[in-house]
T-cell receptor, first 109, second 114 residues
Framework: GQNIDQPTEMTATEGAIVQINCTYQ??????LFWYQQHAGEAPTFLSY??LDGLEEKGRFSSFLSRSKGYSYLLLKELQMKDSASYLC??????????WGAGTKLIIKP | DGGITQSPKYLFRKEGQNVTLSCEQN?????MYWYRQDPGQGLRLIYY???????QKGDIAEGYSVSREKKESFPLTVTSAQKNPTAFYLC?????????????FGEGSRLTVL
């Protein structure tokens, strides 16, 4: 079956760096997305990776290794507003989007 | 501003009742989607539509129905046949009809069955 794995919850300190990992096993691959979702709100797009390597966008970066079925989202200079769930999603060979359960990130002062 | 509007934000329903969740977008997107989100689980696709007057079942379509009479609108009806309807429902749209582009989400509708 198809599967996306992410840690359920992570805790980090304001101003620090945190890395959220995502591993996937899907039938084919057509891209990987990261979304941010604050509690009770809609997900918002953070990044999209389709080729191997690191994509940097301000304080957030996303990395992809297709051979390892692995991605991570790196958040630098953490702020309290970064407390949210981070969702990893993969588009498979049939262009179906498979979602992970999300990682709840708790930021402490 | 362009975006997706879902209503109502909160909805309570008695068992045996059908309810309809509204989703309207002014982004001129062709593709629209309905997802269900439950605690501890990934988003699950209920229905999707790539063009007007056409829609496809997703992974968990049983107990739900949709229509796509206009490009801007994609309402979801939760019928009494849905055995566990209490959940957070998200409507989304995208430019391409395949999941290779960014999804734009509405604010969600939280349905509670009493």
């Amino acid at each position: 079956g198809q599967n996306i794995d992410q840690p359920t919850e992570m805790t980090a300190t304001e101003g620090a760096i945190v890395q959220i990992n995502c591993t996937y096993q899907t039938s084919g691959f057509n891209g990987l997305f990261w979304y941010q979702q604050h509690a009770g709100e809609a997900p918002t797009f953070l990044s999209y990776n389709v080729l191997d390597g690191l994509e940097e966008k301000g304080r957030f970066s996303s990395f992809l290794s297709r051979s390892k079925g692995y991605s991570y989202l790196l958040l630098k200079e953490l702020q309290m507003k970064d407390s949210a769930s981070y969702l990893c999603a993969v588009t498979d060979s049939n262009y179906q989007l498979i979602w992970g359960a999300g990682t709840k990130l708790i930021i402490k002062p | 501003d362009g975006g997706i509007t879902q209503s109502p934000k909160y909805l309570f329903r008695k068992e045996g009742q059908n309810v309809t969740l509204s989703c309207e977008q002014n982004l001129n997107h062709d593709a629209m989607y309905w997802y269900r989100q439950d605690p501890g689980q990934g988003l699950r696709l209920i229905y999707y539509s790539q063009i007007v007057n056409d829609f496809q079942k997703g992974d968990i379509a049983e107990g739900y129905s949709v229509s796509r009479e206009k490009k801007e609108s994609f309402p979801l009806t939760v019928t009494s046949a849905q055995k566990n309807p209490t959940a957070f429902y998200l409507c989304a749209s995208s430019i391409p009809d395949k999941h290779t582009g960014e999804l734009f989400f509405g604010e969600g509708s939280r349905l509670t069955v009493l």
